[in-house]
């Protein structure tokens, strides 16, 4: 069974599909990735509140993990995701 069988098949609205593809497109081994939501969204051209859609529906189904990064002047940073495998739950 190919990697994205089991997303391609599932009940995700088609921007949860394209941004699970690029993060794991741009994760590394473990599975993790960093990109801001805005870079996300100017590379798949679609709009920040369509990216954080799609960041909600993946994190609902249980195909992603987000934890939230910060400076160490106490800032936010971006978002740390974690990627689950379709097939592996």
Known sequence: MGYFTLLYSSELPHRARSVYMYLSDRS??????????GTI????????????????DLEKSGYLQKEQRWRENGGKS????????????
């Open 28 to 37: 590394g081994k473990e599975g993790k990735c960093y990109p801001a939501i």
């Open 41 to 56: 969204a100017r590379e798949l051209k679609l709009s920040r509140s369509t990216v954080k859609r799609a960041i909600a």
């Open 78 to 89: 971006s978002n740390m995701y974690y990627l689950k495998r379709p097939d592996s739950g």
